[in-house]
């Protein structure tokens, strides 16, 4: 009993760190950051929930650092700029005070989309821990006698860690270890932990390349459940308009400005070069 107890507190955790993640990458990121989709009042409001949950400041300065973090990518305006090494780009930043240059910028920035964003205002207004952290752990309580202790430290507190160090990896991990097929000139990795442990956000090279793009990756919905859910609502007819990048675009820029390593091009490289040596 004890056993089926504790699988059922860990499915708990998992359903609510995946709620969490959602309303970071689903709803501050690709939604309200880049506008890479539209959404729906009840899909809006969801997503704003879920983000509650992630507690992560609220939307509206969520967005605003992440807008400021792709303009000034990698200078003293980057809020969590990882030329200033992993420690600080992964949670160092939010132990000291901004730099002067993240909150100029950050003031200069057009944010008038958000301030017309009823929920994204709200939400910013009256965001509270309950999400966060009292509902994750009553709802155990009251469905199936889970204890207080358990809900608190499980769905709670650690499910509330780990979502936290997952997000926080796109900021160092994706910035430092990886390939970068389509542009080699910018720090931003295509990196598979990361895409993995936060749900799909870690094919960042990509990201940095095609900000605009609602898949942040071109592999659809490989290592990538963000899209999937994306995908889903729009199937239902919540979400709408998702802006891709086409595939010609994609091998274009990887050709002009990727390291070789994009295994879509490769194949088209190496034909045009045995032609050559042919032709030789």
Not at 72 to 81: C, F, G, I, K, R
Not at 116 to 134: E, G, I, K, S, T
Not at 252 to 257: E, L, V
Request: proline share 4%; with cysteine.
């Amino acid at each position: 009993m004890p056993c089926q107890v504790l699988v059922a507190a860990a499915a708990a955790a998992a359903v609510c760190f995946l709620m969490s993640a959602l309303g970071v990458t689903a709803g501050a990121h690709r939604l309200w950051s880049h506008r890479t989709y539209k959404a729906t009042t009840p899909l809006r409001v969801f997503l704003a929930l879920a983000n509650s949950m992630a507690f992560q400041n609220d939307i509206y300065e969520w967005a605003r650092d992440h807008r400021v973090h792709h303009k000034y990518s990698e200078t003293d305006a980057d809020p969590h700029n990882a030329s200033r090494g992993f420690f600080f780009s992964h949670i160092g930043w939010l132990l000291v005070r901004k730099h002067p240059d993240v909150l100029e910028k950050g003031r200069k920035l057009e944010l008038s989309d958000l301030k017309a964003d009823p929920v994204v205002m709200f939400q910013r207004n009256y965001q509270v821990l309950l999400l966060c952290f009292l509902v994750p752990m009553l709802v155990p309580w009251y469905l199936w006698g889970e204890s207080l202790t358990v809900g608190y430290f499980l769905p709670g507190l650690l499910r509330y860690t780990v979502v936290l160090n997952a997000t926080w990896l796109v900021n160092s991990a994706a910035h430092m270890w990886g390939n970068r097929p389509y542009d080699q000139t910018i720090n931003p990795r295509e990196n598979r932990f990361v895409a993995f442990s936060a749900v799909g956000e870690g094919f960042h090279n990509y990201h940095h390349t095609f900000p605009f793009d609602y898949a942040t990756s071109e592999f659809g919905h490989k290592l990538n459940l963000t899209t999937v859910f994306i995908d889903c609502m729009c199937y239902l007819g919540l979400a709408m308009d998702r802006k891709k990048v086409s595939k010609d675009t994609i091998r274009a820029r990887a050709q002009r400005t990727g390291d070789g390593s994009n295994k879509i091009v490769l194949p088209e490289v190496l034909l045009k070069m045995k032609i050559s040596a042919f032709r030789r």
